[in-house]
């Protein structure tokens, strides 16, 4: 799963308040798909640079991944490392092309666990239900220092 840190749950975040607002999800577009959206946080590319990128080789982001080389220059294999670099890892962005983490997923309540992979509104819940779940991970390692009156008087 991937790393539960500021980046990663910050780009889940931004992708969930922007696919709510915007009319332009598209399942088929590299750069608007349930990774683009998110890929779109992390890299800071367009949608339409991140589509250019991944028409250089051929396959959805499934296959690219599988096909994923970090050294071979490919402009799409960047974004892929700038994704993996933020702390996703390569299976994390699978499922989430398909909405289809077990994990992710038992995060949702009962009756809402069969999400369609190309409906905006399954992608919002999908990525509400992970970010949700990554801020559990994240807030459980955070200590907080015990305030004391003493502590306090400095």
């Given at each position: 799963m991937?790393?539960?840190?500021?980046?990663v749950i910050g780009a889940l975040r931004l992708a969930i308040a922007q696919l709510?607002?915007?009319?332009?999800?598209?399942?088929g577009h590299m750069g608007s798909c349930n990774c683009g959206y998110?890929?779109?946080?992390?890299?800071r590319l367009t949608p339409?640079?991140?589509?250019?990128?991944?028409?250089l080789r051929h396959g959805d982001w499934t296959e690219q991944l599988n096909d994923?080389?970090?050294?071979?220059?490919?402009?799409?294999?960047d974004v892929i490392?700038?994704?993996?670099?933020?702390?996703?890892?390569?299976?994390?962005?699978q499922h989430l092309e398909r909405l289809s983490d077990p994990s992710v997923l038992n995060h949702l309540s009962e009756g809402k666990r069969h999400l369609r992979h190309n409906v905006r509104e399954d992608v919002v819940q999908y990525l509400s239900a992970?970010?949700?779940?990554?801020?559990?991970e994240f807030s459980g390692r955070v200590t907080l220092p015990e305030l004391t009156p003493e502590a306090?008087?400095?």
């Open positions: 991937a790393q539960a840190n500021e980046q709510q607002k915007s009319n332009s999800y598209q399942w998110v890929a779109q946080h992390v890299t339409a640079e991140i589509h250019r990128r991944a028409l994923y080389c970090p050294t071979s220059g490919l402009p799409f294999d490392s700038e994704m993996l670099t933020a702390g996703f890892e390569r299976t994390d962005l992970w970010a949700a779940l990554l801020e559990e306090l008087a400095v």
